[in-house]
């Protein structure tokens, strides 16, 4: 073979493999495309998200631990030598009202549970829905989870995301009790929630 023979099929194998090569790349984009993948990035205006917002809602929470319309139920009891309640459960379905009387225009509900988690004092793990019921934002919720330790002034918790108009929510509530009976147990809390939603 003479050497122009032997350079241009060298040539055509580098040529070869080179299409290979990229026929492989354009058949493994094109599987990934078509749902082989199971993740994608996307365009946040697919979902309709335009421009982000940060919106405040001042609602009363209450918690009606006894009677025959009770709204927190124990569905797991304290250890009998806790002083902190530690171990107990309750599921909720608290109204969330405009102003602090049970009365007044209620706009959603609180829906989920509290659980004593704490050994050295009342701290609650706090995981529920606020639900609403009232204007647009009927059908949204936004979720929060965090700990509440009852005595404190102001507790703190961050909101963790949501649905309906709170799609991708993000941000926190400030609650402050605002009655506490304890000869029932029944309380009326003040949620200030700060979400960032689109």
Known sequence: MSILKKS??????ENTLAAHFIFTIFIVSALAENGSSFARTMDKKVLGMKKEKLSHFRLYWHDIVGGKN??????????R?????FGMISVIDDPLTMGPELSSKMVGRAQGFYSAASQQE?????????????GKYNGSTITILGRN????????MPVIGGSGLFRFARGYVEARTHRFDPATGDAVVQYDCYVMHY
């Open 8 to 13: 241009s099929m060298a040539k055509l194998s």
């Open 70 to 79: 009770a709204t927190a139920v124990p569905v797991v009891f304290p250890s």
């Open 81 to 85: 030598n806790s002083t902190t309640a």
């Open 122 to 134: 009342v701290g609650l793990l706090m995981a529920m829905n606020f639900a609403f019921m009232e």
């Open 149 to 156: 330790t009852v005595f404190s002034k102001v507790r703190e």
